[in-house]
């Protein structure tokens, strides 16, 4: 029995982006698609530790308590 297939709306940037991911000129959007889930199921999901970490750190970008590279650079005399 054939799997049931689906139609799916993305942006065009994101299509676009999928074309660049092609290994041969005619390669079907399946293939590159079922590659990229196959790359994401070998992936190991972050920790919810991790999530606060970069939830704090996007707080922090927020309140503007952070350092440019320009900024460590001069205070560090590496430029």
């Given at each position: 029995m054939p799997e049931e297939t689906t139609t799916i709306e993305i942006f065009a940037s994101d299509r676009d982006r999928l074309n660049r991911l092609r290994r041969y000129p005619r390669e079907p959007y399946r293939s590159r698609v079922c590659r990229l889930l196959e790359q994401?199921?070998?992936?190991?999901?972050?920790?919810?530790?991790?999530?606060?970490?970069?939830?704090?750190s996007l707080d922090d970008i927020r309140r503007g308590e952070f350092v440019t590279h320009e900024a460590l650079k001069r205070d560090l005399g590496i430029e």
């Amino acid at each position: 029995m054939p799997e049931e297939t689906t139609t799916i709306e993305i942006f065009a940037s994101d299509r676009d982006r999928l074309n660049r991911l092609r290994r041969y000129p005619r390669e079907p959007y399946r293939s590159r698609v079922c590659r990229l889930l196959e790359q994401a199921e070998d992936c190991e999901p972050l920790s919810l530790e991790t999530i606060a970490d970069i939830q704090a750190s996007l707080d922090d970008i927020r309140r503007g308590e952070f350092v440019t590279h320009e900024a460590l650079k001069r205070d560090l005399g590496i430029e």
